[in-house]
């Protein structure tokens, strides 16, 4: 079992409708969980951070966090065709509070 | 404000010379991460430095690989006698000393070992 497990994808989804992204990790240590968004050929770019659990909206994103499931998700509203890329999960390795594990990414295709 | 500044942004090394990769953390930051991403792959974590510590290189291979973050200047990401498994992109991150360690991304230099 890989530590950090994304559906590789493609998600495609239409524009306009809730793109649903979705991570799990196998450490029940970890504490910080985080969704990057990569462009091909671009570095990672941080979206959100979440700490606890339960859910955390800024803007159009929402990450969502269960502890008890090992669960962690990325909600997108109104999609637009400038979200297609892949987002990274990353999750803090143990008790460490640097190291992170990352997911190999979903692939998401908003359709216009 | 400036970000993370990495350079070069794309380096081409023939087999056995040296690559040397630099990063400038994000003003304010004293924390610097590198990692390496291979073609449709995830990032793997290489080392982790502060100012003249290395804190953490358990991701970083034994040979040929170092890292630096002296008192004054960028942080050095040195690999020796490259091999074409070495072709890449690197990345650095930075982030602040808070509880929390969110990490911000350079855009990365794209090692290329002919």
């Known amino acids: 079992q890989k530590e950090v497990e994304q559906n590789s994808g493609p998600l495609s989804v239409p524009e306009g409708a809730i793109a649903s992204l979705n991570c799990t990790y196998s450490?029940?240590?970890?504490?910080?969980f985080f969704w990057y968004r990569q462009y091909s050929g671009k570095s990672p770019e941080l979206i959100m951070s979440?700490?606890s659990n339960g859910d955390k909206e800024d803007g159009r994103f929402t990450a969502q966090l269960n502890k008890a499931s090992q669960y962690v998700s990325l909600l997108i509203r109104d999609s637009q065709p400038s979200d297609s890329a892949t987002y990274l999960c990353?999750?803090?390795?143990?008790?460490?509070?640097?190291?992170?594990?990352w997911g190999a990414g979903t692939k998401l295709i908003i359709k216009p | 404000n400036a970000g993370v500044m990495q350079n070069p942004r794309h380096l081409v090394r023939r087999r056995g010379q040296e690559a040397r990769l630099r990063c400038s953390p994000m003003?304010?930051?004293?924390?610097v991460y590198w990692y390496r991403q291979l073609p449709e792959e995830g990032l793997k974590f290489m080392v982790y430095l502060q100012k003249e510590n290395i804190i953490d290189e358990s991701g970083m291979p034994k040979e040929r690989f170092s890292a630096e973050f002296p008192k004054e200047g960028p942080s050095i990401l040195r690999i020796q006698q490259v091999v074409r498994g070495d072709s890449a992109a690197y990345f650095c991150?930075?982030?602040?000393?808070?509880?929390?360690?969110?990490?911000?991304f350079g855009p990365g230099t794209r090692l290329t070992v002919t």
């Open positions: 991150a930075s982030s602040l000393q808070t509880g929390h360690y969110e990490q911000y």
């Open positions: 003003k304010g930051h004293s924390h």
């Open positions: 979440i700490y």
């Open positions: 450490d029940r240590v970890s504490q910080s």
């Open positions: 990353a999750v803090n390795k143990g008790d460490s509070n640097y190291q992170l594990i």
